[in-house]
């Protein structure tokens, strides 16, 4: 088999995203399109990989890290003009190179394949990834001449208006004879609407030299999606979202409503979890088996054991072990790590905090910059203090402690083993282990206080 090598384009703005943030990075269902297009590229066996930046160069970089190699595009002259900045890589070097757009995130590396088997069967010097979609609007034309033989590509711009009536479109992916593709380059010009290099006149130019230029048209026109604004930024989304709802659902996991359930391309799920509708799932999750997540949830950058239960909840970047109950309502926010058997129940905010085994907050807590051991009590509305204005102090409770309702645990402060603390205590000091801590004042009953008052406005 021939040398293979990948060019991806991704130097462009994106003008017509109107956005701040360069294009290849805006994300499809929490990854950006230039990394789905990577992520693809490598399962193809290739010698190397050359991302073409130019626009945002350094945040695409440090999107992509090293799995692929860099050719910088100073000034963004168009399409053709962009590959050649992959020059230095693979002039003269004999082999295959497939060209691929930074902004196509939904084709897969068996569509590339397919199109690598097509150039390779059909002996060609340039294979064009084509696909017939019923709205061309806005995509590259392809023109066929009366034998069915492809001409050339005409831009959306550049066309009359009877090649606008084409229904076959130039996806923006194609593969090339290595050798011939830098060589011809060179005599791409820019006489067109746009004033810019076109990589699709690299066909045009090989035709006319009577070399064989094929089309493979792929059946999957959605995965062809080229994103230019929002509007198809969305439609990416959808069916991404659709792809990856769909493998989850093969895989074991239960969605109600995979419509309105939303899950990252960086997620993995263990089989028999159920996930209600409404529930989001951001970046690096993993989840595992026979939990319930949702409805109307959130779980972003967070590791959840088997058996977990999580409603109406947020839960970011935090550890929770198996046999969990989260919520309604609870908030578990960055770095906490909970234990199994743990309860988090309504209105119950958790940050930066362990908590031990079969340990519980049930109802309406703040466990802020504390180490709770194992089977501890928080009471119904316990919360640590843990903030002065200035600094956070550690609350730390040991295990077996119950704390009773409405205590204020002001830190730094710890609560000894199996200590008792009576409901509506403000606690300033340690509690030894085994005691039991009261602090608040006594109460006071003035006997029939009320009528006497009462006879005193009369008189
Ligand atoms: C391009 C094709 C069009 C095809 C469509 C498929 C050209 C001239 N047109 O149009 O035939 O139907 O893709 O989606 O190629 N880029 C650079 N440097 C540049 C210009 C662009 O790196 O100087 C990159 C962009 O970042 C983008 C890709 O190339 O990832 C395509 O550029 P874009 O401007 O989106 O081209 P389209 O108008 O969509
Ligand atoms: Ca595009």
């Not at 023109?143 to 001409?151: D, L, M, T």
């Not at 593969?175 to 004033?195: P, S, T, Y």
């Not at 994103?227 to 930024?233: C, G, K, P, Q, T």
């Not at 609350?395 to 204020?408: I, L, M, P, Q, S």
């Amino acid at each position: 088999m021939a040398n293979r090598y990948a060019v991806i384009l991704a130097a462009g703005q994106g003008t017509r995203m109107k956005s701040k943030l360069y294009k290849v990075l805006h994300p499809v269902c929490g990854k950006s399109m230039v990394q789905h297009v990577v992520d693809q590229v490598n399962e193809l066996e290739l010698e190397k990989i050359i991302t073409i930046v130019g626009h945002g160069a350094e945040m695409v970089k440090e999107t992509l890290g090293e799995s692929v190699s860099y050719g910088l595009q100073e000034e963004q002259l168009g399409t053709a003009h962009a590959v050649m900045q992959a020059s230095e890589y693979l002039d003269g070097k004999e082999g295959v190179t497939i060209v691929l757009c930074g902004d196509t995130p939904l084709i897969t590396a068996e569509t590339m394949e397919a199109l690598l088997h097509c150039h390779e069967e059909e002996k060609a010097k340039a294979t064009i990834l084509t696909a017939h979609i019923e709205n061309p609007t806005g995509y590259g034309r392809i023109i066929r001449n009366a034998s069915g033989q492809v001409e050339r590509i005409v831009e959306e711009k550049d066309a009359s208006l009877e090649e606008k009536a084409v229904k076959e479109i130039n996806t923006g992916t194609y593969c090339f004879d290595n050798k011939i593709l830098f060589e011809v380059l060179q005599q791409v010009n820019n006489n067109n609407a746009q004033g810019e290099y076109y990589l699709p006149d690299v066909i045009e130019i090989l035709q006319k030299q009577g070399k064989v230029v094929a089309a493979y048209q792929t059946p999957l026109f959605e995965e062809t999606i080229g994103v230019n604004d929002r509007a198809a930024l969305s439609k990416a989304e959808e069916i991404m979202r659709k792809r990856i709802n769909e493998e989850h659902m093969r895989n074991g996991v239960t969605l109600i409503d995979p419509s309105q359930t939303y899950i990252s391309a960086d997620a993995v799920i263990g089989q028999d979890t159920v996930i209600y509708p409404g529930t989001f799932l951001h970046g690096e999750v993993i989840i595992g088996e026979e939990c319930e997540i949702g409805p109307h949830s959130e779980v972003k950058e967070s590791r959840i054991g088997n058996n977990t239960t999580i409603k109406q909840s947020v839960v970011h970047e935090s550890k929770v072990g198996d046999g969990v109950n989260i919520g309604p309502f609870a908030h578990i926010r960055p770095q906490s790590i909970l234990g199994d058997d743990i309860k988090i129940g309504n209105f119950v905010e958790v940050k930066k905090s362990t908590m031990g085994n079969g340990s519980k907050a049930s109802h309406l807590s703040y466990v802020g910059d504390a180490e709770i051991g194992e089977n501890v009590n928080l009471g119904c509305g316990s919360i640590t203090v843990n903030y002065d204005g200035k600094n956070k102090y550690l609350t730390k409770v040991e295990d077996g402690a119950f704390v009773g309702c409405n205590v204020n645990l002001i830190a730094p402060v710890t609560v000894g083993k199996d200590a008792f603390i009576a409901a509506g205590s403000t606690i300033t000091d340690n509690v030894p282990s085994d005691a039991l801590s009261i602090a608040r004042a006594r109460q006071t009953t003035k006997e029939k206080y009320v009528s006497k008052l009462q006879d005193k406005k009369n008189s």
